[in-house]
């Protein structure tokens, strides 16, 4: 009796990015437990990319989410994303999205969040911290918005590293789905990170950068890495529309 041994192609499970066309890019989405490094300059639609990856987890596939802000107050951040049509608080009090204030203990201002990180906390206990928010409301997709900002915090580029190592290990542990945000120095010359090891613990990487043409400057999206995915090196444009970023996967850059 012959046995035939037929090779079937492991199909590794996806998380719906909620950005339109980006999934046609990414086998489907984001690989299921993955952190994906989002990175770019100034105005290049970060925070709004990971305020979309959450926001519509919860909107369109019932996950529900961690916002970490270190850059803006929870409610200005909610104001900001209702000009999208988000209505983040409508699903914070349904428990599908949770705000982790991280900046109002920093500048000496009260906090009437339900989330507050303390001031000068270190890092095993943010850790710990995002750890049980995301346990609080079941979270399967996370943002932390961003990293340079919770580095500030820290006294040298040893604890900057040993904390991104430690972010890194505990988040693929937990087995949410993490954007971390940063920013890129110098994306033309490689450098997509401040601190240079971003890029490498990350298991993707998403930049979102510029590029001049006719005058004008033009938003464009590069995934550098992705793993457990085949993906283009093209750069794809795209816009930030009045309901959010859509991608343009079929057009040449501009």
Not at 115 to 130: A, G, Q
Request: proline share 4%; aromatic share 10%.
């Amino acid at each position: 009796m012959v046995i035939l041994m037929v090779n079937k192609k492991w199909s590794v499970p996806r998380v719906k990015t909620g950005i339109p066309d980006l999934d046609s890019l990414l086998e489907g989405g984001f690989p299921e437990e993955t952190t994906v490094l989002v990175t770019g300059p100034t105005g290049s639609g970060k925070t709004t990319f990971g305020v979309q990856f959450v926001y519509k987890g919860a909107e369109l596939y019932d996950e529900p989410g961690v916002i970490v802000t270190m850059e803006e107050r929870a409610k200005d951040l909610r104001r900001e994303m209702m000009s999208f049509g988000w209505d983040i608080e409508k699903y914070e009090n349904e428990g599908k999205i949770a705000i982790i204030d991280g900046v109002s203990a920093v500048v000496g201002i009260p906090s009437e969040e339900q989330y507050v990180l303390e001031d000068n906390i270190n890092t095993e206990d943010f850790l710990r911290y995002v750890y049980r928010v995301i346990k609080a409301i079941n979270a399967k997709r996370l943002v932390i918005d961003s990293i340079p900002s919770i580095a500030f915090r820290l006294r040298s580029e040893r604890e900057i590293r040993d904390f991104l190592l430690k972010l890194n290990t505990i988040l693929l542990e937990i087995g949410v789905t993490s954007i971390l945000i940063t920013e890129a120095p110098d994306p033309a010359r490689g450098k997509l990170s401040r601190y240079g090891i971003e890029e490498f613990i990350s298991r993707g990487v998403i930049l979102l950068d510029f590029i001049e043409r006719e005058t004008e400057f033009k938003r464009y999206l590069l995934i550098r890495k992705m793993r457990e995915t085949r993906h283009s090196m093209k750069k794809y444009p795209f816009e930030i529309m009045s309901d959010g970023i859509v991608v343009y996967p079929g057009g040449e850059i501009y």
